[in-house]
């Protein structure tokens, strides 16, 4: 005999706002602490020394986090659940990450495990966070060698863009960030990515009111492609252009190269592997390289050693049973996923 | 200027099979193993001993797990996490849970993180894990002297249940995960109720046509209240029913008193507490109370330590704003939550 139950799951409602503006940091910190919302706070350590004003004056509430992918490991997780348990946080509680991208990403892991999900709250204070990694739901620390090889989807309840922030960071912070507005514009929106090219120097001087209008469109692009893909089956791997290569040059750099140098580093020998394999036109290769320069990114890597660089490749999550995935993007600036990739080709494009 | 972007989350098809039989494992576990499935085995100790002729020739796959609250830690999730990271675990990989419900717990867990999730399947081998917690999708370890403060709600493919598993167990061990049966039946169904009642006899002497239809209906119970309530935000909180004093019994103990044994306890207490309160008749508790004795369930528990007692049951995930939470049942069987629960009242119950 054998009996079959089937059991049927309703699932929570995930949807959430984003909020960009200028100068409204203050005002929300306010709110919260005025709330029931129970706050506590997980903040980058650069960002609670220029920002220590705005924190709250309890400072027990408050986990200053040294914010760097040597630190986004399971020894710093366990010290922030410590931290919500010596807190007493409860399910009501609400943690808020007021960081980067990887203050983000382990206060959101963090969130999601402690009572199985505690609600959290995004303050992006980083270009990157703004427009990528605080919007999607992905958290994660780093393991055995691998980024973000652990962690959740787990969508927070709103997300707080202040592009004041955006002060606090230097040129080589901002590009860092700006490499994943390229990257977005250039798998969806050829008419974005030509306006970023035509005003280059305008971003470059971080005009106010093209940057508000920019991370919008930055973050409407993210959102879109997210909303039809959660949880990355098929067509929100297009957001990982440039990253297959990416994670690898990070490991491979011993994290000198930074993740968005990386990324455009990635987009751009991805794209050579393309044009090589005849995927795409040399045209669409061109036209990221010329965009990239525009900015001043690096665009030549050399691999340091291969076998971790391989290595790195195949631990990626990208990886599937149909082996290492490519994501290309065509001169009209659609993208598009190419599995099986020849990871011995793919190496020696660095050589060329 | 204020922005605003409202993100939507599709979120994924979660439902799945939980199939009763018996006889099945070695089918199954075969059908896996030539499949493409990738299979990862995580198994009891004890499991693998007896049953080391199932378990794949490729040892390396398999992660033998010493099940106790112990083990239920960071540690062991880490050792899990390099397991998979050793292994070369993909997206499509899945990693199956042979054992109890500790070692489907800390199994669920790392699959949900490693990768932000990869399938896992259950394969519970005792009756606690086969009718509680191997259904509902809730994940977990101990933290802090919390039990399960640190997991997910994530969801298996598959639930396969073999009842032959069962030969394993002593009286002890099947009476402990019984009380969940009892449990169940309590809160929700007074026929079902009534059978156990009236069959105990034949339940103790372990009557194979009994015991899978009596697996079945707890199976279709948990079910049922799960299915309205994935996330525990109200009526699945029924489901705690014993479970508030329980865990404070558990961890008072030192975990002398198992699982099961301590639900039965917590359901006795809380009952009092009702009846004193006024919550509920005197009969109901007599019901609870008569049950218990005739499956010779202890009845009565003296605490060791007040603080650590108070402290756990403080610390418990069903804590809110609205502080401590019970679960009650009434004469007909309906289970009912109480909030604001006094809690040196409850600790002086202990004293009557």
New interface residues.
């Given amino acids: 005999?054998?009996?079959?139950?089937?059991?049927?799951?309703?699932?929570?409602d995930?949807?959430?706002?984003?909020?960009?503006?200028?100068s409204?940091i203050e005002e929300k910190l306010n709110y919260y602490e005025s709330s029931?919302l129970?706050p506590l706070y997980i903040v980058d350590e650069n960002i609670s020394k220029i920002y220590s004003k705005l924190l709250p004056y309890d400072k027990d509430r408050v986990y200053i986090f040294t914010a760097n992918e040597k630190n986004k490991t399971?020894k710093e997780l366990?010290k922030i659940?410590?931290f919500l348990?010596k807190n007493?946080a409860?399910?009501?509680s609400t943690l808020i990450a007021l960081g980067g991208g990887i203050t983000g990403d382990i206060t959101g892991?963090a969130a999601?495990?402690?009572?199985?999900?505690i609600p959290f709250i995004q303050i992006p204070t980083t270009y990157l966070s703004m427009v990528d990694s605080s919007?999607g739901?992905?958290?994660?620390i780093n393991?055995?060698d691998?980024k973000n090889?652990?962690?959740?989807?787990y969508?927070p309840k709103e997300?707080i863009i202040d592009i004041n922030f955006l002060e606090t960071l230097n040129d080589e912070e901002f590009l860092n960030g700006f490499a994943e507005t390229i990257k977005v514009a250039a798998i969806s929106d050829i008419d974005f990515f030509n306006l970023i090219y035509d005003n280059y120097q305008n971003i470059i001087d971080r005009d106010q009111e093209l940057l508000?209008k920019i991370i919008?469109q930055s973050?409407?692009l993210k959102?879109n492609i997210?909303?039809?893909?959660?949880?990355?089956t098929n067509k929100r791997m297009l957001l990982n252009f440039g990253h297959t290569l990416a994670h690898a040059i990070e490991i491979d750099s011993d994290n000198q190269i930074t993740h968005g140098y990386a990324v455009a580093l990635g987009m751009i020998y991805e794209m050579k592997y393309g044009v090589e394999k005849g995927y795409i036109k040399e045209e669409a290769y061109i036209k990221i390289l010329d965009m990239l320069k525009r900015f001043n990114y690096q665009t030549e890597y050399k691999i340091n050693n291969t076998d971790i660089f391989l290595s790195a490749l195949?631990?990626d999550?990208k990886?599937?049973?149909k082996g290492i995935t490519l994501v290309l993007t065509d001169e009209n600036m659609v993208g598009k996923i190419v599995e099986k990739i020849d990871a011995e080709l793919l190496l020696n494009i660095f050589n060329d």
Same sequence: chains 1, 2.
């Fill in positions: 005999m054998i009996q079959l139950i089937k059991q049927n799951i309703v699932s929570r995930l949807s959430y706002d984003i909020t960009i503006s200028s409204i029931n129970n399971f366990i659940e410590e348990s007493n409860l399910r009501g892991f999601s495990i402690f009572m199985r999900g919007i739901g992905k958290t994660g393991f055995d691998a090889i652990i962690g959740s989807f969508q997300v508000l919008e973050c409407v959102s997210v909303k039809e893909d959660t949880y990355e195949l631990k999550k990886s599937t049973s």
